[in-house]
């Protein structure tokens, strides 16, 4: 949160009708780049990350007067976004097992590839083993994954965005932090 505004100062101005515009206004300028980089680990593409912030914004200015502050408001923003993101994960996924029937590998080749390709993705070969490793985790492992290593979140937090308990989460994360070690030896 901004030292210019609080959490509280920020909730109150949503609350309000006469003020929510510009309480939204702010809550973007202060949480678009966080949900931006977020998308950006689930999606890998700067377009795509782009396209599901702007839908997760969008979401949450149709979700705003039913905000109860019962959660801090980036917790309630990063449910939002999480959930874009899964979908379009899913709806990818999907549209992949329609068009080919190349299965998970080929859906992973799909998405190296196109992490290759972006111009905003600058990574050694090492970075690309660690990604092609993290990517061919099962869904869930990759997000729990991803919010513990990249934005080093507690387990309290990530349960509160997954509705998983914290020892499913950390067993999850073991996991995930085994596979990854495996995947990286094979391919030393």
Sequence with gaps: ?????????????????????????????????????????????????NDLVQNTFLKAWDAIEGFRGEAKLSTWLYRIALYEGLSFVRRQRREQELLHDGGDQELLDRMMERLVADQYFDADAYELKFQRALLSLPEKQQLVFRLRYYDEMP???ISSLTGTSTGALKASYHHAANKIREQLALED
Excluded at 16 to 27: K, Q, T, V
Excluded at 36 to 44: A, N
């Design 1 to 49: 949160m901004s030292p210019l505004i609080t959490e509280e100062e920020l909730r109150e101005l949503l609350q309000n009708p006469e003020s929510r515009r510009r309480g939204f206004a702010l809550l973007v300028k202060l949480y678009s780049r966080q949900i931006y980089w977020q998308m950006r680990r689930i999606v890998y593409s700067h377009d795509d990350a």
């Design 155 to 157: 387990y309290e937090q």
